[in-house]
């Protein structure tokens, strides 16, 4: 099994729809999670820290379930701007030695 | 904002060839890092580096790779031998404080190797 684990996509959505998606892990000790957004040749950028009780920003929602070793991001009224790669990403040893899933494509269209 | 720059944005070598790839991370970041991503693969950690020291390293970071901080500004990441397999882009990434996974990126240095 993967470390990481993410459906590459790509998702095309229209502007204005809700998108989610979803990563597993396999290292069910990993402490902490997050999720990058990486636009084509670019670097990873921090897009949110993902907590157990699940958090919110702005239109982006981030949720965790430990039992299941699940990740999802939901993006609500998908913009263009939004169009990139997120990148599922974990921190098994709180070492910020991160472990990076390949990535899921989003692109959203007029 | 202050943000990690890295020199240069692409180099081409041939195999066999020596390449230092520089960076200067954000200026009061203690920790530093090197990452590595393969065309079309996942980002992937090679190295951390913390007082001056390396404080992990992954299975890629063999005795070809070394890191250094030469003069307290810059953080370098030399190839001695390249090989082909060594073509990717290469990502330094510096932190304040360790754990928090919050890393800011440089905007890479592509490393082609012929």
């Known amino acids: 099994r993967k470390e990481v684990e993410q459906d590459p996509g790509p998702f095309n959505v229209p502007e204005g729809a809700t998108v989610a998606f979803n990563c597993t892990y396999s290292n069910s000790a990993s402490q902490s999670f997050f999720w990058y957004r990486q636009d084509c040749r670019k670097e990873p950028k921090l897009l949110m820290s993902v907590y157990s009780s699940g958090n919110e920003d702005g239109r982006f929602t981030a949720q965790l379930n430990r039992a299941s070793q699940y990740i999802s991001l939901l993006i609500r009224d998908s913009k263009l701007s939004d169009s990139a790669t997120y990148l599922c990403v974990v921190n098994p040893y709180n070492t910020d030695k991160l472990i990076f899933g390949t990535g899921t494509r989003l692109q959203v269209f007029p | 904002e202050p943000e990690v720059t890295q020199t240069p944005s692409h180099q081409v070598t041939q195999m066999g060839q020596e390449v230092i790839l520089r960076c200067v991370p954000i200026s009061n970041h203690l920790y530093f890092y090197w990452y590595r991503q393969i065309l079309g693969q996942k980002v992937e950690f090679l190295v951390s580096?913390?007082?001056?020291?390396?404080?992990?390293k992954s299975e890629i970071f063999d005795d070809q790779f070394s890191v250094e901080r030469p003069d307290g500004s810059n953080f370098t990441l030399k190839i001695r031998s390249t090989k082909l397999e060594d073509s990717a882009m290469y990502f330094c990434?510096?932190?304040?404080?360790?754990?928090?996974?919050?890393?800011?990126f440089g905007e890479g240095s592509r490393l082609t190797v012929l």
């Open positions: 580096f913390y007082n001056n020291e390396i404080s992990e």
């Open positions: 990434a510096s932190s304040f404080i360790q754990g928090t996974g919050e890393l800011f």
